[in-house]
């Protein structure tokens, strides 16, 4: 049994599967206006969380939180579970397979047969979708693969149910119905508000522009305070979140950029193509970093002086972003 | 970042896969464009794997020293935590913790070793032996 869906790769897997879902009910939209409409871009330093021995950086907000907003502003009621044991979840899985819905599924990464070896780790908000079953076989559309994949039952079972932060309990989530006809201008507009809120106004000093500008002193004084070492190690951990965590480079701000040039049109505001522009250089000073963050993780820099570069870069990269959004929030009235 | 400069720096770690970048055409639009991996970002995820192959590597030294039981090479191999191998064995930190000593590990049940086992993807037989070399 198969449903008709089309697999098309994106950067980010959240992104992805909610795009995927909500092609099958008749709303085409891109990878960059889904993480638009529903506010993923941010950033948030999280120092009380360790993964792989570092703290966490995120240059996104929460897990899940890019699939409600954006159901939420598109009038898409959703349906989600979660379950205590595997014979639940994939019973349950089976019961709306039938019915000839697609389901988005919570996966750790670790056991993830398909997933490149160098990069399952215990890591578990990763989305996916369950489009059919053939016998002990689920079809799979994984958007961060380039192709549709499979898993048996015992893995697909064993990846819903792995264990560590974020557990993911089986859960599941499927669309139940479209109110009306989406209004995707608007769904943008109320997406670019928030994150413009987030970004700039949020009162905690770990997030949004306030977070940047933290990390960016805390940087300076890491070889100090934390040795060359876990200085570098922590710097690496930066890098990671920015780029490896499928983001479409320089941690969502060119999925950003790309979600303003379609906003601009949507809106019919083309004061947001130079919103887009703007956005596009801040993802290259991002890049530059990385660069320069780079050097110090393989240990050929020039000490205290190269950690004194990133962190005035993170400052300059803080106030470009300050002024993007503040000029952003203006232009998308 | 415009669509010819989105690097092509293949070192393997995605498998024979590409990611998606996004990134800007001739007409300053933007397109999806495949990536097989960026210098900056390839170095810091081998950075990340040689931190474990670090800590594995420490483990084996104190299991072979009699310091810890085989239980902890296993687990940094998975790398686990004692709290992360109790969930996935369905037993408490604190019996792992205890497990992770040479003696306790010598008297632990064989349900509990089985479960250790399959938490870690080995034998049995392979959870009471270290390799003395990587």
Known sequence: MRIPVEHRQSAHCENGAVATLLRCNGIDVSEPLVCGIGSGLFFAYLPF???????????????????????TRLGVRVVRRKFREPGEAMAELDRVLDLGIPVGCLVGVFHLPYFPPAYRFHFNAHN???????????????????????LSRADLARVRFSRGAFAPYGHMYYVAGVQGAPDLARAARAGIRQTCDWMLRVPVPLFGIRGIRLVGRRLRRWP???????????????????????????????????????????????????????MTQIGDRWRAFALLASRIIKDRHEGQETYDAAADLLLEIADREQQAFRTLRERAG | ???????????????????????????????????????????????????????????????????????AFHMERRMMDPKLLAEYAGVSARTVKRHLDPRGFASAPADVLARYAQALDVTPEQLREVPAAP
């Open chain 1, 224 to 278: 100090q305070r934390l040795g060359e070492k876990r200085a570098a190690l922590v710097v690496g951990q930066i890098v990671r979140m920015q780029e490896e965590i499928g983001t479409g480079g320089a941690g969502f701000r060119f999925i950003y950029a790309a979600f303003l040039q379609e906003a601009a049109a949507l809106l019919g505001r083309p004061a947001l193509e130079d919103s887009s522009r703007e």
């Open chain 1, 49 to 71: 969380l360790t993964m792989g021995g570092a703290p966490v950086f995120s240059y996104r907000t929460l897990p899940g939180q890019i699939f409600s907003k954006a159901a």
């Open chain 1, 128 to 150: 996916l979708v369950v489009y059919g079953r053939e016998g002990d076989r689920y079809l799979v559309s994984d958007s961060v693969m380039e192709e549709p994949t499979e």
């Open chain 2, 1 to 71: 970042m415009e669509k010819d400069k989105v690097p092509q720096h293949d070192m393997g770690l995605l498998d024979g896969h590409a990611e998606v970048l996004y990134a800007v055409d001739e007409q300053g639009r933007y397109t999806q464009v495949h990536s097989t991996g960026w210098d900056p970002k390839n170095a810091a995820l081998l950075q990340a794997l040689e931190w474990m192959r670090e800590r594995l590597e420490e483990a084996r030294r104190r299991v072979l020293a009699g310091e810890l039981s085989p239980l």
